[in-house]
């Protein structure tokens, strides 16, 4: 009876040990960690120095020493053994002034990584505070401000470090191995979102190939954006959508190249680079109302100039690059070439002229994608991740220098944009500073029910507050305005204006000519105005009525409502001003004011 006793407890299964092998084989086939832990010694004995209260901690010399005994499930297990080696790739083994501090703020950065591609339960609640933006700085705002609770206890070793400081056993590269895994993650999930092989047309031999595979391996900001393209070397394809260098479709995520041309490696570098940014930054969706053409011009200035100054390849013979528009983005250029359309419109971009390389989401004659790319992610998010990531990785490793405005962009797509409503609000609340209210007499308010004979002041605005607060309104009135835009402009100026303690606003149709409504209450301005005119448009007398009139104050501003018909340039001295235009339109000029596009 004794022998089978004993023979039952040897059968008798380790969970720990089950749940523990689980969770590393999780961790060891994922594609970003497995460059590093197949290169790390994984420890689980007695006589490691594990965690007492925790599950793992790592060394310097890359030994992850895990906890003989926790009972821990599988995932656990993955998200603390990934932790470990996210310290080794990160090259978090620092020596500071304050080592806790340092491992507090080196978890905080890997746990927020491991909760973003998604590795194991996610562990940490907190954002990182304003103005920082890695671990370095982190440690900085601890040293000063201390840690809040919200950031402890996300290491994988308890109260205790879970960076063991030692003398490292190689020169391993960790980064570059992490390099390796964030690139061969990002082409695994393309393979698999694309379901197909490879496309009609590429020749992964080539010189465009190996061009691209020059940005997987040496350049992390672009490098998950070329491994999802393809790069279609196909002259019948480049014949029928008359390409004559290249041209980008961000729908398919495929690079065109036309094999007749002959370019070098470093030019072939920059061409698949401006076809990436155009790609990445989504200047397919981001034209809207704009010219498709002019605003692929637009573009290509802002590429060419930073591809320029971030010394990528060499820029081929031809391509569009002006010194006058560094600095500007594609927007404030736009608005710049639609003043002189007839000459930018004779202007070639890479895929020829009167030719944008931008090409539609429907290409002819190749199989389009449905607008995801793959596991329910849009191309949207898909690009944005990718970048974002790209980029952190980037500035984290100091793999290059980056323009300003390049790096600004990225960061804005990782935001939805403002309504236009919101917009209007805010420059309204820049126009007119919030008044206070004071206790007055004048007209006092019985509010308590218990006390009805006792007078109680009321809370009003002092007269001497609302005196000069105003702002003119310039209307087109002209037969092209829609009356629903008119209803929605004029309603947004009510109900903000009202909100505002604007007592009243000086108003001004104007179509062939002028006609000056005077000062007219909020509530009036919406609902019993009726629009005078339908004829041409003129904005400029009635923008001289208001800088002229005697009775309208110096530094009130103007709002000018209009839909783009009207003259190729306005006067307005100096005056602080915006316009208020519908969502399709545009003006004839490079406007100075802000400029707000309704949207019904």
């Not at 590093?36 to 030994?63: D, F, M, W």
């Not at 906890?67 to 998200?79: D, I, Q």
């Not at 080794?88 to 080592?99: G, I, R, T």
């Not at 092989?197 to 940005?215: C, E, H, L």
Request: proline share 6%; with cysteine.
């Amino acid at each position: 009876m004794a022998s089978k006793k004993n023979n039952a407890q040897k059968e008798k299964p380790d969970i720990a040990l089950e749940k523990f092998q689980a969770g590393y084989g999780i961790a060891y086939n994922h594609p970003i960690l497995f460059p590093i832990l197949r290169r790390c010694h994984i420890c689980r004995h007695e006589r490691t120095p594990y965690p007492a209260n925790g599950l793992a901690k790592v060394s310097q010399r890359a030994s992850i020493y895990c906890h003989p005994k926790a009972l821990a499930e599988p995932k656990e297990w993955a998200r603390a053994i990934a932790h470990c080696a996210l310290h080794l790739a990160m090259e978090h083994f620092q020596k500071k002034e304050n080592p806790a501090l340092w491992n507090i703020a080196c978890d905080f950065v890997v746990e927020k990584f491991l909760a973003e591609m998604k590795i194991g339960p996610p562990d940490y609640a907190n954002g990182l505070p304003q103005g920082v933006n890695d671990e370095e700085k982190l440690y900085e705002h601890f040293l000063i401000n201390g840690v809040p609770d919200g950031y402890k206890g996300l290491g994988t070793a308890g109260n205790d470090m879970d960076i063991l400081f030692d003398k490292p056993a190689s020169e391993t590269k960790w980064a570059t191995l992490f390099a390796e895994g964030l690139i061969e993650a990002v082409a695994k999930a393309v393979d698999k979102a694309a379901d197909h092989d490879a496309p009609a047309g590429a020749n992964p031999y080539s010189a465009a190939n190996r061009a691209k595979s020059w940005f997987i391996s040496n350049y992390p900001l672009l490098g998950a954006i070329a491994a999802s393209f393809a790069i279609i070397e196909d002259m019948d394809v480049c014949r029928r959508m008359e390409i004559s260098v290249a041209a980008v479709s961000c729908a398919m995520r495929e690079i065109y190249i036309n094999p007749l041309v002959r370019l070098g490696e470093e030019e072939l570098r920059f061409v698949i680079a401006h076809e990436l940014l155009h790609a990445a930054l989504r200047h397919d969706i981001r034209h809207e109302w704009r010219d498709a053409y002019l605003w692929n011009v637009a573009c290509d200035y802002v590429i060419n100039g930073w591809l320029t100054e971030m010394g990528i390849g060499e820029r081929p013979d031809g391509l569009l690059y002006d010194e006058q528009f560094k600095g500007l983005n594609a927007e404030n250029i736009y608005d710049q070439i639609v003043t002189d359309m007839r000459r930018y419109r004779k202007l070639a971009t890479l895929r020829g002229v009167g030719m944008g390389d931008i090409l539609p989401g429907d290409v002819p004659g190749r199989d389009g994608e449905d607008g995801f790319a793959g596991d329910g992610v849009s191309l949207d998010e898909f690009y944005r991740r990718a970048f974002a990531q790209g980029l952190e990785y980037h500035q984290r490793n100091g793999r290059g220098y980056l323009p300003e405005g390049l790096v600004e962009e990225i960061r804005a797509l990782a935001h939805p944009p403002i309504p236009w409503d919101v917009d209007l609000a805010s420059w309204f609340d820049e126009m007119f500073l919030p008044l206070e209210k004071q206790n007055s007499y004048a007209r006092p308010s019985r509010r308590q029910s218990s006390t009805p004979d006792i007078p109680r002041p009321s809370r009003v605005l002092r007269l001497d507050d609302l005196d000069g607060r105003t702002f003119g309104v310039v209307l087109d009135t002209s037969g092209s305005m829609e009356r629903r835009l008119l209803a929605v402009a004029l309603g947004a100026i009510a109900s903000y204006s009202a909100a505002r303690d604007v007592p009243g606003v000086r108003v001004v149709f104007c179509d062939a000519e002028a006609y000056d409504q005077g000062y007219l209450k909020p509530e009036d301005i919406a609902g019993t105005v009726k629009v005078k005119g339908r004829g041409g448009t003129v904005l400029q007398p009635g923008i001289d009525l208001l800088l002229k009139a005697e009775d309208f104050p110096k530094e009130a501003p103007l709002l000018i409502i209009t839909d783009g018909g009207c003259e190729d340039r306005l006067i307005l001295s100096g005056r602080e001003h915006a316009f208020l235009i519908p969502a399709g339109a545009t003006l004839p000029f490079s406007p100075k004011g802000k400029v707000f596009r309704m949207r019904l």
